[in-house]
């Protein structure tokens, strides 16, 4: 069965950091399009960053210069490194796969990030 | 950027009902469409704007080209009501999500 599940969500103080994990089974993150998208409290899905097959790293606006995205192969493990976090960064965040199409068809379950003094 | 719109942003609708959602997209994108219902991850309905994921029900479809896509439910089920984002995906931008169509029960 392929699944993806996450963790290393919590309750964080604005400036503050996280490292989100990904672990998958069932298929290999070095082979496929790795990422991370995040739903906010109540509202939409927000895309995130994504990591490519051969290392290439690309980030939506509104995180590029405080997220990083990352693998491990040997673990198997995608990161999401969260530094200088927000308010707005408070989301559900999910690890999915993108198919050869650039469509999300396995996804997490979610891991909760909280941020507030 | 991407500016993605969808509409409705709430559909009611009964059981048996046939149901549009339309999603207007930037030029030249692929389009993906995906269900959510509370507390669960999305899940892939339709790719490359009109093939069907395995294992989904053929009463979902998806059509469009362009810039105006739209998933159809023909004859809605209870399992169907959930709420509905397009996806789209540009080599310029990359990834966007639709804001979503809540499908309630009439």
């Known amino acids: 069965e392929l699944q993806l599940v996450e963790s290393g969500g919590d309750l964080v103080q604005p400036g503050g950091s996280l490292r989100l994990s990904c672990v998958a089974s069932?298929?290999?993150?070095?082979?496929?399009?790795m990422n991370w998208v995040r739903q906010t409290p109540g509202k939409g899905l927000e895309w995130v960053s994504v990591i490519y097959r051969g290392g290439s790293t690309y980030y939506a606006d509104s995180v590029k210069g405080r997220f990083t995205i990352s693998r491990d192969d040997s673990k198997n493990t995608l990161y999401l490194q969260i530094n200088n976090l927000r308010v707005e960064d408070t989301a559900t965040y999910y690890c999915?796969?993108?198919?050869?199409?650039?469509?999300?068809?396995?996804w997490g379950h979610g891991t909760l990030v909280t941020v507030s003094s | 950027d991407i500016q993605m719109t969808q509409s409705p942003s709430t559909l009611s609708a009964s059981v048996g009902d046939r149901v549009t959602i339309t999603c207007r997209a930037s030029p030249g994108s692929w389009v993906a469409w995906y269900q959510q219902k509370p507390g669960k991850a999305p899940t892939l309905l339709i790719y490359l704007a009109s093939t069907l994921q395995s294992g989904v029900p053929s009463r979902f479809s998806g059509s469009g080209s362009g810039t105006e896509f739209t998933l159809t439910i023909s004859g809605l089920q209870p399992d169907d009501f959930a709420t509905y984002y397009c996806?789209?995906?540009?080599?310029?931008?990359?990834?966007?999500f639709g804001p979503g169509t809540k499908v309630e029960i009439k």
């Open positions: 996806q789209q995906y540009n080599s310029n931008s990359l990834y966007a």
């Open positions: 999915a796969r993108a198919i050869k199409w650039n469509a999300f068809d396995i």
């Open positions: 069932g298929l290999t993150v070095g082979d496929d399009y």
